[in-house]
């Protein structure tokens, strides 16, 4: 079932790949191996290739060979959190010199270690509106290594066409990464679509209950699944194994989540676009999004994130914000429980004055798994 052409569906592989019963015990469930080290029969003797928990951990390896197989990926590394991982991808990819190309509105802590970190190791940068495929074309230089997506992006939940993209960047002899997180691989698989390397920050909706921090690297190349590894290791920057546990146990649910996640956004949708306070709905299911159409060939649904402008500008975008009693008041998105939050003024504040910098009226919503009513209700309640 690890293996990436498994016939079997992806509820099946969430509850089973890589989770057989504990072989000494029977245990269903793979337990938390809470180790540091291993015993060895003899020296260089090790029972079951694993010697110290930086280097490798069974409940780590459960998480890491169920991941791949959702992403249909060959090999999987779990990390310590998102940006740990998107740390260890652009470092095993790039060397002084090399360029990659960004989203223009990328998440911001993917921008922020891009700019101001690994530019100081001379790793270039360009952002581009990814959602515009001869933009890619355009921004692509000789000593591009790597192009790096979003798809939705966060918080416009702008589209980007992974099939066209992956031929743009393999034309040009760079690698294709696309950072998974907000479809999760329950509505979109890139690897299939021609991405090398499949990324997540496992704290959204991988885990999906708002109680662990982790992040993911998926592929299906052998060569950048060895350099992940080795800067795994190397720079480790692992989970521990009871963070790699609640991860696991999250991923058991992820289809039923992302299908009430999806159908709860459609109902919320459907009450924002009426609304005469609502300027404007950014969600990938609209017909009038601009990328509903590359969205419907790559995504199996729409999922559970909306952003909308609020007539009356900033004022207007705080104050529904705080109105809220279902939504929570609060960065970070994936859970079961319903969030809002103020972009400029909350997860996207650092963006402020730079080309990533967002509408001040713009409202974010991580849409729940709680009775899709309610949600329309507390919604509707604090737009007044
Ligand atoms: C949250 C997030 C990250 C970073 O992940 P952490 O687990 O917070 O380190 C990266 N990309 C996207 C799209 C995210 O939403």
């Known amino acids: 079932m690890t293996d990436s052409t498994t016939p079997y569906g992806f509820a099946t592989r969430a509850i089973h790949a890589g989770q057989e019963p504990d072989p000494t015990t029977g245990s269903v469930i793979v337990p938390i191996h809470a180790t540091s080290t291993y015993a060895q029969d003899g020296v260089g003797g090790l029972r079951q290739g694993y010697e110290y928990s930086r280097t490798g951990n069974p409940t780590r390896t459960a998480l890491e060979q169920c991941l791949a197989s959702l992403e249909r990926g060959k090999h999987g590394r779990a990390f310590s959190s998102g940006m740990g991982a998107t740390d260890t991808a652009l470092r095993a990819m790039c060397r002084p010199g090399d360029h990659v190309v960004i989203p223009n509105d990328a998440y911001g802590g993917t921008f922020r270690l891009i700019d101001k970190v690994l530019s100081h190791w001379g790793v270039e940068h360009t952002p581009v509106a990814l959602s515009d495929v001869d933009a890619v074309r355009a921004a692509i230089r000789p000593n591009t290594k790597v192009v790096w997506v979003e798809t939705p992006t966060n918080p416009l939940l702008n589209i980007a066409d992974i099939a066209a993209i992956a031929e743009v960047a393999h034309h040009a002899g760079a690698k294709f990464v696309v950072d998974n997180t ?37 592929t299906s190349d052998s060569e950048l699944d060895a350099a992940f590894g080795f800067l795994q290791n190397g720079a480790g920057a692992v989970p521990g194994p009871f963070d790699a546990w609640l991860t696991l146990r999250g991923l058991k649910t992820l289809e039923l989540r992302m299908d009430k996640h999806s159908d709860n956004a459609e109902l919320v949708v459907e009450a924002l676009v ?70 400029g003024k909350m997860t ?26 309610d949600l329309v209700a507390d919604l509707l309640e604090a737009l007044g």
């Open 182 to 218: 907000f479809a999760s691989p329950a509505l979109q698989t890139p690897l299939e679509l021609g991405a090398d390397v499949v990324l997540h920050s496992t704290t959204k909706y991988v885990g999906g209950h708002s109680d662990v921090v982790g992040g993911a690297l998926i």
């Open 274 to 343: 009426k609304h005469p306070k609502v300027k404007k709905v950014l969600y990938p299911g609209l017909p009038t999004h601009p990328g509903h159409e590359v969205a419907a060939k790559q995504m199996r649904r729409f999922g559970g994130m909306i952003s909308f402008i609020v007539d009356g500008g900033e004022e207007a975008a705080l104050a529904v914000c705080s109105r809220t009693k279902l939504f929570t008041l609060a960065e970070s998105l994936g859970g079961v429980e319903s969030l809002i939050e103020h972009p």
């Open 348 to 373: 996207h504040a650092s963006t402020a004055g730079s080309m990533l910098e967002v509408p001040s009226d713009l409202v974010r919503i991580s849409v729940g798994i709680e009775s899709g009513d």
